[in-house]
């Protein structure tokens, strides 16, 4: 399987045993039409960044994200692809894992990417991003992020020199492109983050992926999740919560992933694995329904409108926390670094 992927229709190349002369015939193959359990299998097998890139493909290529101006509707193919994603991916380090590939990114394929995550509301939000290796990336394709990356604890845009085969090379990133949306991000940064999930939004994802997974099952069937971890609300009403039972939104939006997300009034999103979050299950987590998780959901939320460093119940913790950015510039050898911290 390769690592290269550039449209939804990905080209493939199958040696024809019939000619004698063993010539190679051309086949297209729709990654859309296979089943789910396909499409998880091959993005467990990838490394993180071809993983990225297939889930771009599967929904246009990373020029068509860039003549769209970035806005294109993901693909259901994209989804299951990004479904399967660890906690990791948190942590964007395009070509950390695969240094060759780096070296052929473009600002397209960088755009596309994080154009599609902002799309998928149960997508853990992205607090690294390093341009290490990417020495084709000249800025643009960090355009997604302009005045809207309230989240982001670390840019690095160090694209170091890279050697190739007998051949030198370094950075082409320009301060011109890369500087203005840095200051964007800087001027729309907190003093104070709000790290909880209200209700609306909280509402808005469970409805979402609860209508991707009707919408899958009708049309990519799919079987049930067989690790037993539903989309839905859940409490622990556990006796030594004195003050109000804690609420989760448990997300399962693939049932052949092994990882679900968890959201939680006063903490926002955290990826787990679903053996991890059946162990917590047990006795400790039931099912409740809608009307009443909104009801726990909107008293946990209020009660948790406190500082980060206060509680208001035994390991609930405000959801407002200080937070600063710190940037340092280096400009070297065309290599510029960014380093923001809180």
């Given amino acids: 399987m390769g690592a290269w992927y550039s449209s939804s229709r990905l080209k493939s190349d199958i040696a024809d045993d019939s000619t004698v002369s063993n010539k190679r015939t051309k086949v297209y193959v729709d990654f859309n039409v296979m089943p789910n359990e396909v499409l998880v299998g091959i993005s467990s097998y990838l490394d993180k960044t071809s993983c990225m890139l297939l889930a771009v ?31 990791s991916y948190r942590e964007i380090c395009f070509g950390n894992d695969e240094k060759f590939l780096a070296a052929k990114l473009s600002d397209a394929d960088i755009g596309a990417y994080l154009s599609l995550t902002k799309q998928i509301p149960w997508f853990v939000p992205i607090t690294e991003i390093s341009l290490e290796h990417c020495i084709n990336v000249v800025g643009y394709g960090l355009e997604p992020i302009r005045n809207n990356s309230t989240h982001l604890q670390k840019i690095d845009l160090i694209a170091g020199s890279h050697e190739g085969n007998d051949s030198y090379y370094t950075s082409r990133l320009s301060e011109e492109v890369v500087i203005p949306i840095l200051d964007s991000i800087i001027e729309d940064y907190p003093n104070v983050r709000d790290n909880g999930v209200s209700l609306e939004t909280a509402m808005a994802i469970y409805n979402e992926v609860r209508g991707d997974i009707v919408a899958t099952t009708s049309h990519r069937d799919v079987e049930p999740d067989d690790m037993g971890i539903s989309t839905g609300f859940y409490a622990d009403k556990r006796s030594y919560l004195r003050v109000t039972p804690k609420i989760y939104l448990i997300l399962s939006p693939n049932p052949q992933s092994k990882m679900c997300r968890i959201i939680r009034p006063n903490q926002g999103y955290r990826c787990t694995s679903k053996d991890d979050m059946k162990r917590q299950m047990k006795g400790h987590l039931t099912p409740v329904d809608v009307d009443e998780a909104m009801a726990i959901w909107n008293r946990e939320f209020e009660l948790a409108d406190i500082p980060f460093t206060t509680h208001y119940q035994f390991s609930c913790y405000g959801r407002h926390r200080e937070v600063s950015v710190h940037i340092m510039y280096m400009y070297s050898q065309s290599s510029l670094f960014v380093n923001g911290t809180h």
């Avoid at 599967?58 to 906690?87: C, D, G, M, Q, Y």
């Fill in 57 to 87: 493909g599967l929904t246009a290529s990373s020029s068509s994200w860039k003549r769209s101006n970035w806005n294109i509707k993901v693909s259901e193919a994209s989804r299951i692809v990004l479904s399967t994603s660890p906690s």
